[in-house]
């Protein structure tokens, strides 16, 4: 069983940047990997990246891919999402999520509240 809890969300104008945090609970988090979801009003849940346990593979959704940055600091059970350049069109909640496997889905196994990040146009 894994706790997360999202950080670091709230409004921003658009070219802005935020970095959301995420941290989790329990002694193997780098057993982990961890992504990044979003779902916007009206629209079904997407992926938006991911990380592996060790840190060295990350994904990428095409629509933040050169924006977004994924990154993770597994002495402190915390991955990040570096966004810069936001949209109005990234307006969503954001959710963490862990699972055993990496993905660029939304299949993963834990899942934090998440957070709300509004980008004004």
């Known amino acids: 069983q894994v706790q997360l809890v999202e950080s670091g969300g709230g409004l921003v104008q658009a070219g802005g940047s935020l970095r959301l945090s995420c941290a989790a609970s329990?002694?193997?988090?780098?057993?982990?990997?961890m992504g990044w979801l979003r779902q916007a009003p009206g629209k079904e849940r997407e992926f938006v990246a991911a990380?592996?346990?060790?840190?060295?593979?990350?994904f990428y959704a095409a629509s933040v891919k050169g924006r977004f940055t994924i990154s993770r600091d597994n002495a402190k059970n915390t991955v990040y999402l570096q966004m810069n350049s936001l949209k109005p069109e990234d307006t969503a909640v954001y959710y963490c999520?862990?699972?055993?496997?990496?993905?660029?889905?939304?299949?993963?196994?834990?899942w934090g509240q998440g957070t709300q990040v509004t980008v004004s146009s």
């Open positions: 990380i592996s346990g060790s840190g060295g593979r990350t």
């Open positions: 329990g002694r193997t988090f780098s057993s982990y990997a």
């Open positions: 999520a862990a699972g055993w496997v990496v993905r660029t889905t939304t299949s993963y196994d834990w």
